[in-house]
């Protein structure tokens, strides 16, 4: 089946630190991948998305690649602020068979320090 | 951009009470929107698909009986926990997706509604 594992968290960072934030997915098809974040109490917000092979998702100074040989999808940032501070979660979608609908993986909490 | 409203944000109310969600596309149309339940600190599980104009599909182990999803028109998507009991509260968040864009394109989630049960 379709499944998503993200690296768990929390992840604790000092500003302007570094990010990587693992995610691997198991699907069948060829899947569209999404990178989600979560402010505290509000729903989703879409982060990034890519759709093929070799893609790369780029918003707000995050950046991932869609890997097919290393079924992987991880999200980076260069330099991390203290409003990165949520959750991030990724997901991915098989529309064709599936009926678009996304499977989650379990979120990371990012906490950045000043 | 494309907006998902959902309302209430925030719901508090006795056992045995049954509470409505609703879940409007504002700017798009939507033949297919979803409805998803948050535990604290756990992913989305996804419970349902609601479809315009016909029986939403319900993920393995929901409870149809309980939630009853009404996807009355192309904009809005309802979500009526029946009879709730503290072991409903959790926080649902809907989403949809422009239908006259292809399928590639990403949903767009509401804010979600904070149910509590006393």
């Known amino acids: 089946g379709n499944s998503v594992t993200q690296m768990e968290g929390p992840v604790t960072l000092s500003e302007e630190a570094f990010l990587t934030i693992n995610c691997t997915y198991t699907?069948?098809?060829?899947?569209?991948l999404f990178w989600y974040v979560q402010y505290p109490g509000e729903g989703l917000q879409l982060l990034l998305k890519?759709?093929?092979?070799?893609d790369k998702g780029s918003n707000k100074g995050f950046e991932a690649t869609y890997r097919k040989e290393t079924t992987s999808f991880h999200l980076e940032k260069g330099s991390v602020q203290v409003s990165d501070s949520a959750v991030y979660f990724c997901?991915?979608?098989?529309?064709?068979?599936?009926?678009?609908?996304?499977?989650f993986g379990q979120g990371t909490e990012l906490s950045v320090k000043p | 951009g494309a907006v998902v409203s959902q309302h209430p944000s925030r719901v508090i109310c006795k056992s045995g009470t049954s509470v409505k969600i609703e879940c409007r596309s504002l700017?798009?149309?939507?033949?297919?929107m979803f409805w998803y339940r948050q535990f604290p600190k756990q992913s989305l599980m996804l419970m349902a698909t609601?479809?315009?104009?016909?029986?939403?599909?319900?993920e393995q182990g929901v409870e149809k009986d309980k939630f009853l999803i009404n996807h009355a028109s192309l904009t809005l998507s309802t979500l009526t926990v029946t009879s709730a009991h503290p072991e409903d509260s959790s926080f649902y968040i809907c989403?949809?997706?422009?239908?006259?864009?292809?399928?590639?394109?990403?949903?767009?989630f509401g804010d979600g509604t904070r149910l509590s049960i006393l």
């Open positions: 989403s949809a997706r422009d239908s006259a864009k292809n399928s590639n394109q990403p949903q767009h």
């Open positions: 699907a069948t098809g060829y899947p569209s």
């Open positions: 890519a759709t093929k092979a070799d």
């Open positions: 997901a991915l979608s098989v529309f064709y068979n599936q009926g678009g609908k996304l499977i």
């Open positions: 700017d798009f149309q939507a033949t297919t």
């Open positions: 609601s479809n315009e104009g016909s029986k939403a599909t319900y």
